[in-house]
């Protein structure tokens, strides 16, 4: 009997056998590979742009970066998400704000997101928490009035649909995250897809040190074809062609990927339905489910974690809401009691095994451990 991590990824022979064709070619690093996986990116998405990264923190810092977050702007994000979401801002000079989340979609609220909005708001960023389709159209109507741009973080979100349209094609900017634990895996890596020609242009440049080489592109006159031109205080984020060979071929197992992902979310829903004191994710159309988030009552979250992991389920917790984290708190004055939704989910979350590779019978083998925890009462 495995142990069931919360997430893991899934590799096979075709996965190998592109990696190994990279390693044997004449390309490691800025080569066709990275071309490719940017191109089936588009092409899945329907975006006009895809612009590659070395990580998905890396992606939000450069999106952050093509959207003008400079000092003195503000990005308005929820607490409930990964610290990179507010980092990025913080990176450029800019500073965080939060809005508490929606308890029914676990995302960002949008009317609470309205209450922050001020003339320094450069960036809204709702997040599709673990792979739920966050609704954008308020957002957008928000942005509209204020002058900002929206960016969704869909890290957790490749393969959700909105209406029948992929994550990737509403936000002016939107991020993904090829970790192990994600929907696809390049083993670090991210993507930024937009529609627009000028925020394309500035992630390009952020991801190579801010040099360009394209003579059009060049505020002065090259000395000849060897010339580049640094433009902006950018950085070394360029994703391999190791990697892009991985994330290439993991592209064409990813429609099967989010369909697992699916019927084993149902499968718990459908076990874990009338457990007392035990309380399902929420479910939409389109869900990608990246996370399986279970709400159980916060005085036994702890407990429920250490009788799993007795039993060879080592589920996680996703995440401690970042105004929370110590530095944010240090640096930043927010404290416990300021977004008390995402504070309550925080304190009842468990992230149950949700990957590819795990079968009907180990769902059951988790769903049943939940039960006899339920009804143990301690």
Known sequence: MRVLSYGRQYIDDDDIAAVVAVLKGD???QGPSVSAFEKAFEDYTGAKHAVSFANGTAALHGAYFAAGVEPGDEVLTTPMTFAATGNGALYLGGSVTFADIDPETLCLDPKKA???ITPATRVIAPVSFAGYPVDLAPFKKLAEKQGAVIIEDGCHAL???RGGVPAGREADLTVFSFHPVKHITTGEGGMVV??????ARRLRLFRTHGITKDPAEMEEAPDGPWSTEMQALGFNYRLSDIHASLGLSQMKKLDSFTARRREIAALYDELLSGISGVKTPPATEGHAYHLYPLRVEAGRRAEFMTKLREKGVAGMVHYLPLHLHLYYRRNFGWKKGD???AEAFYSE???????YGLSDDEVRRVAGEIREIAESRG
Do not use: Q, R, V, Y
Not at 194 to 199: K, L, M, V
Not at 349 to 355: D, G, K, R, V
């Open 27 to 29: 390309w490691l690093t």
């Open 114 to 116: 309205e209450e922050k």
């Open 159 to 161: 393969g959700a649909m």
């Open 194 to 199: 937009t529609n627009s020609d000028e925020f």
């Open 339 to 341: 977004f008390p939704e």
């Open 349 to 355: 979350e468990i992230s149950l095994p949700m990957f």
